[in-house]
T-cell receptor, first 113, second 116 residues
């Protein structure tokens, strides 16, 4: 059973546009929601993370929006650049289950010049 | 800070042989390390969780006798794929966590294993 559902599977955005990736979860015990960026042949790198006590977190061009009641969270990449082309994974974790990460299925983002 | 390295970055071995992959936290001590497996264009699948000085906890469906994990120190964990077969070919990634009370996991660059 997929604990975290991620969409879309792939995304093509023009340079300068906004990339939006969505994730949904069911387990209300999740209390940590990170986003990771992965380039081909490399390990994932932490981009930004949020706790459920805030509805939004922004770091540079990256913003997480969190909707606790809907059990959804999303990553917004503003002013998308070709260098942002990568695969993005959302994840969720709970302190009640040893902080194990449950990853989404990934979104392949392509930013075209 | 929070750098995790893996060695080797890629390895080719013959069917039936064993391969050891090292995961090191370079600038912090990791109480917990995780091992993941990733198939092309797929998500990360957690294989096992290891805590320093204790036996690893394997996820359901992962053969502990085939994937031997040792977490001998706070900066080193190893994954040994024993009697490797072509279906074990995959991208193996480790991650490390600073302490039990923290959430952040820092990932290594991964190891590409090809079994011929």
């Amino acid at each position: 059973q997929q604990q975290v559902k991620q969409s879309p599977q792939s995304l093509i955005v023009q340079k300068g546009g906004i990339s939006i990736i969505n994730c949904a979860y069911e387990n209300t015990a999740f209390d940590y929601f990170p986003w990771y960026q992965q380039f081909p042949g490399k390990g994932p790198a932490l981009l930004i993370a949020i706790r459920p006590d805030v509805s939004e977190k922004k770091e540079g061009r990256f913003t997480i929006s969190f909707n606790k009641s809907a059990k959804q969270f999303s990553l917004h990449i503003m002013d998308s650049q070709p260098g942002d082309s990568a695969t993005y994974f959302c994840a969720a974790s709970s302190s009640l289950t040893g902080n194990q990460f449950y990853f989404g299925t990934g979104t392949s983002l392509t930013v075209i010049p | 800070g929070a750098v995790v390295s893996q060695h080797p970055s890629w390895v080719i071995c013959k069917s039936g042989t064993s391969v050891k992959i090292e995961c090191r936290s370079l600038d912090f001590q990791a109480t917990t390390m995780f091992w993941y497996r990733q198939f092309p264009k797929q998500s990360l699948m957690l294989m096992a969780t290891s805590n320093e000085g204790s036996k690893a906890t394997y996820e359901q469906g992962v053969e502990k006798d085939k994937f031997l994990i040792n977490h001998a120190s706070l900066t080193l964990s190893t994954l040994t794929v024993t009697s490797a077969h072509p279906e074990d070919s995959s991208f193996y990634i480790c991650s490390a966590r600073v302490s039990a009370g923290t959430y952040e996991q820092y990932f290594g660059p991964g190891t590409r294993l090809t079994v011929t």
